[in-house]
């Protein structure tokens, strides 16, 4: 067999796995140069001179500068601020966020700009109720176009440029593009603004993203959210009725802590301003302190739930569940809080309190720094 021959078999067997994608696109990449090396196509020098050559670390540095603007808290905070900027205008938040993406595309390419604006468009779909495909797809339409702005916008801008220097030819300026990148924007936004919204087909997942809902089971292991949690169904003679979530306490029965309000319809978070009959009481404690709960209040007992049911409980489309460390110099440091406390008109509920890696239990507790 001729090298030609086996470089496209190679090429081929190499998109199939790509499409197939049950490997990781980083081992397929480099199996495949390995596998030149092994027939004999490269020699070794060749197999790795491509992980040294200059557009290879600028793309790797792309990457790393979105990942250190999601984790260092930029693209939520940048979120926030586009809802709040924007207010209830839907038109305001999707000028912004392509304007966003428009910006970040010619700054940091358009790879890093759409890892680093994909966060941030899925934190504005669940704040406003808009189909997350009505910001995805114009985020990528508007990064596309934002790639003839700069230099910088695209990997092939990099590689002309580096070819032509390698070329002893003049190089591109940084925004020698713009004659062509302009008006692609211009007409892409005029596009996105007239018919592209109405030709947005409306999508959401049916399911969670794997990695997220494995984080809610980490996260109810590790503060011991199922231990001692038991489901109390709320009767129809139940003073619970009619009240507000926020206005539910138990206060008056030591070591319980109320996890979650559930629709006795749905199975899910309850959203509803005020509890009904049927609807569910997630509950942590002792069993006869829970026993005194249903009786004077007129509560059921239903079969407890284990670790995955109370995950899906906690973390599904009507409800987040989030760990968060109070930073020195916090406003929270010293206030009062206990597991079940409510916040925001019962928007927010305590579930648990960690210091030093250790549950600090029902009782009310000053937050300190560094308490989880």
């Not at 390995?34 to 992980?51: C, E, H, K, P, R």
């Amino acid at each position: 067999m001729s090298d030609i021959a086996i470089v496209l078999t190679l090429v081929l067997v190499i998109l199939g796995l790509f499409v197939w994608n049950r490997f990781p696109p980083v081992l397929v990449a480099v199996g495949a140069s390995l596998a030149l090396f092994y027939l004999g196509i490269i020699d070794g020098n060749q197999a790795v001179s491509g992980f040294g050559i200059p557009v290879v670390i600028f793309i790797a540095s792309l990457f790393v500068i979105a990942a250190g603007l999601e984790l260092t808290g930029v693209t939520a905070w940048a979120g926030q601020w586009l809802i709040s900027r924007a207010g209830d205008s839907q038109v305001k938040l999707y000028l912004s966020l392509l304007a966003l993406v428009v910006i970040l595309t010619a700054i940091v390419s358009l790879n890093g700009a759409v890892a680093a604006v994909m966060p941030i468009a899925v934190i504005v779909a669940v704040r406003t109720g808009m189909p997350i495909s009505h910001l995805l797809i114009p985020v990528a339409f508007a990064g596309h176009s934002a790639t003839m702005l700069t230099l910088l916008g695209s990997n092939p801008n990099v590689l002309v440029n580096i070819a032509a220097q390698d070329a002893k030819l003049r190089q591109f300026g940084f925004f020698e593009y713009a004659w062509l990148g302009v008006p692609m924007v211009a007409g892409t936004a005029l596009i996105l603004l007239t018919v592209g919204r109405r030709l947005l087909p409306v999508r959401t997942s049916d399911s969670l993203p794997a990695n997220f809902s494995e984080h809610a089971r980490t996260l109810v292991e590790h503060y011991r959210l199922e231990e001692g949690l038991h489901r109390l169904r709320v009767r129809s003679s139940s003073a619970f009725v009619g009240q507000a979530p926020s206005a539910i306490s138990l206060q008056d029965y030591p070591g319980l802590t109320l996890i979650a309000m559930l629709d006795g319809a749905k199975g899910e978070a309850l959203t509803r301003a005020s509890l009904a009959a049927g609807d569910t009481l997630l509950v942590r404690g002792d069993l006869q302190m829970l026993g005194r709960l249903a009786s004077e209040q007129h509560l059921a007992f239903r079969s407890e739930e284990g670790p995955n049911q109370v995950a899906q409980t906690l973390f599904n489309r009507n409800s987040g569940l989030a760990e968060v460390v109070i930073p020195p110099r916090s406003k929270l440091i010293g206030t009062a809080v206990f597991p079940g406390m409510t916040v925001r008109e019962g928007d927010l509920m305590v579930l648990a309190v960690q210091r030093a890696g250790e549950n600090l239990g029902a009782q009310p507790t000053a937050l300190n720094a560094g308490d989880h």
